[in-house]
Nanobody, 126 residues
């Protein structure tokens, strides 16, 4: 069982920046694909970004491309989401997720993620 814990959420003004972090344990971190999702009030959870096990490949949703960056530090068992130029519509609970899938490109498939954190609230004020 992989244990995932997010941290770093908070309140920020529009145009500001915030970095959220996620620590995973219970399995060798470098064997895990990692991703961020978010869920805004009244909306379904949506994919935000994902990174491959080595960190060499990553992808971001169109809605955050150019503003958010996912990265990972395998030595620290941690994945990050750097969020710049934040907008009020980025307000959501941000969830970190882990997957032990091993197929090529599997880190891009949301259904592969089966270990979830409790989420961290990010609120962007206008």
């Amino acid at each position: 069982q992989v244990h995932v814990v997010e941290s770093g959420g908070g309140l920020v003004q529009a145009g500001g920046s915030l970095r959220v972090s996620c620590a995973a344990s219970g399995r060798t971190f470098s064997s895990l694909s990692m991703a961020w999702f978010r869920q805004a009030p009244g909306k379904e959870r949506e994919f935000v970004a994902a990174v491959s096990r080595s960190g060499s490949r990553r992808d971001h949703a169109d809605s955050v491309k150019g503003r958010f960056t996912i990265s990972r530090d395998n030595a620290k068992n941690t994945v990050y989401l750097q969020m710049n130029s934040l907008k009020p519509e980025d307000t959501a609970v941000y969830y970190c997720a882990a997957s032990s899938c091993s197929g090529y490109g599997c880190y891009l498939r949301p259904r592969e993620y089966d270990n979830w954190g409790q989420g961290t609230q990010v609120t962007v004020s206008a």
